[in-house]
């Protein structure tokens, strides 16, 4: 999935039904907890991708 089709996907609010009340997420705070979480894993990966080739070199 690519990242327009992300955004479009996300852009919607939430809706949460638990036992003290119902809940309701902005489509604005959803779309942003969807991008962190999005951004987290590519940080993630160039992190480890980073840490794999500083062990490789040999100064």
């Known amino acids: 999935m690519n990242l327009n089709e992300f955004l479009q996907k996300e852009n919607c609010e939430k809706k949460f039904n638990i036992c003290v009340g119902n809940i309701k997420v902005s489509n604005e ?3 942003y907890n969807a991008l962190r979480k999005w951004y987290k894993s590519l940080a993630k990966s160039a992190q480890n991708s980073f840490d794999e080739g500083y ?3 040999n100064s």
């Open 55 to 57: 062990k490789s070199y």
């Open 29 to 31: 705070r959803n779309l």
